[in-house]
């Protein structure tokens, strides 16, 4: 299973969402200093109930502890949209 595959499964297992979108960024940044040990750049849009009454700083801590150890092992960056499904339109 592929980095992106595992990041999107951790996601899915612990959210549930009714939208997800993965996407590696890694190689535009090709040469940085921190993508030097391996890790990558990636950006997700998530869109899930689970956000429901949560405050933004909040979802962002739900999707890092999602991710685990994956936050040291293989992600250096990381953007983050997370929604409830009324504030992604439905």
Do not use: C, W
């Not at 890790?39 to 405050?55: D, K, P, Q, T």
């Amino acid at each position: 299973m592929s980095r992106l595959e595992r990041i999107q499964a951790a996601l899915q297992a612990a959210f549930v969402p009714r939208r997800l979108e993965v996407e590696d960024d890694s190689h535009r940044h090709a040469g940085h200093a921190g993508a030097r040990d391996g890790r990558g750049h990636f950006n997700v849009l998530i869109v899930s109930e689970a956000f429901v009454g949560m405050a933004p700083l909040a979802r962002h801590r739900a999707v890092y502890a999602a991710l685990g150890d994956m936050m040291q092992t293989d992600i250096h960056a990381l953007s983050i949209k997370a929604s409830t499904p009324a504030e992604a339109g439905g």
